[in-house]
């Protein structure tokens, strides 16, 4: 009985861990339209700053994912990122305006 409560148990673990988990509700109000951002020297300097010293604390930079997809696809992983890097609102406009220089167009 106990090994069949564990297979159980497991089981749900399972499932539970592998369904799909929902997206960020937040994206229009964290992440800046492409519009709004800035292409200045300083703020692309400083995006890529962010960039490589925050996003490479969890994991490895993924500078070929970035060129790999539109900025319009991004947005929704930066903004379940920025909450975990715990950016402020200029950080994420930074960040944000260096993944567009650097998205595929």
């Known amino acids: 009985m106990k090994k069949l409560l ?3 148990f497991l ?11 929902a997206s960020p ?3 229009e109000a964290t992440i800046p339209d492409a ?3 800035s292409s ?3 703020t692309l300097a400083a995006g890529q700053v962010l960039f490589t010293t925050k996003c490479t604390k969890c994991h490895k930079a993924k500078d070929e994912a ?3 997809h539109t900025y319009e ?12 890097a715990k950016l402020n609102r200029d950080e994420i406009e930074q960040v944000s305006a260096y ?3 650097h998205a595929k167009k």
């Open 99 to 101: 993944v567009l220089a």
């Open 40 to 42: 200045s020297e300083s």
């Open 73 to 84: 696809e991004l947005r929704p992983v930066l903004a379940s990122m920025v909450k975990k």
């Open 6 to 8: 564990f297979v159980a």
């Open 66 to 68: 970035v060129a790999s």
């Open 35 to 37: 519009k709004e951002l």
């Open 25 to 27: 509700s937040t994206t």
């Open 11 to 21: 089981a749900l673990a399972a499932v539970v861990a592998c369904t799909p988990k």
